[in-house]
């Protein structure tokens, strides 16, 4: 999967940024400048937003008994009013409340727990060793796409035949431009969005900005 999303901007750099060089590994280049790019993209992803976001869950965690407060004072209020006109609510109310209970068995009581932050360090660790693992060999893919790919033709031209094999093969290129087209739209407008909340957020001064 990683391979597949990198190679169109692989693609990019092969037959449009580098198009005009007379280098024997042309497609090798393309994809060391891929790679390159989505790890600095990936390392701004990560300064910039995994603080925040500890930030923010840890005030969610220290701030829960207020909102819970706020919360039961509400539907207590809501409560009163349904009462004095004859509305039953009872089912929302003890909803919202084994709602409230099952969140808060949910979150730990210490952040410091030894063990807790040993476990956690480890399944952070393996994740990290698995992603980088999952990398290289996207690195690998990318690098013998071309043979890759023409390896498997051979072998789908042989089992489906010539017929079958050109209708699958046209409908899998469809497939993929139509995907690829949807990846591209979904990161522009998720840009479009984050570019956008930025300013409204910068020019209403809240928290969580960056």
Known sequence: VIAYLIDPLVQVFEEKVYKNLNIKHKHVLAVVTAIVIVIIAFIILLVALVPPIIESIINLVN?????????QHSLKELTQFAKQNNIDISGLTHASGNILQSISSLLPEN?????DIVKNAINLGIG??????????AIYFLVDAKHLQ??????????LGKQRYQIG??????????LIKFVITD??????????NFIFMSIMRMP???
């Open 128 to 137: 990290f060793i698995n992603f980088i693992i999952s990398f290289i060999i």
């Open 169 to 178: 093969r046209a409908f899998w290129v469809r497939c993929n431009r139509i």
């Open 208 to 210: 969580f900005v960056a």
């Open 187 to 196: 990161l522009l407008d998720g840009l479009l969005i984050g570019v956008a």
């Open 111 to 115: 952040f410091n727990g030894i063990g």
């Open 63 to 71: 701030n829960f008994s207020n909102y819970s407060y706020t919360l």
């Open 150 to 159: 023409h390896g498997l033709g051979r072998l789908l031209r042989a089992i």
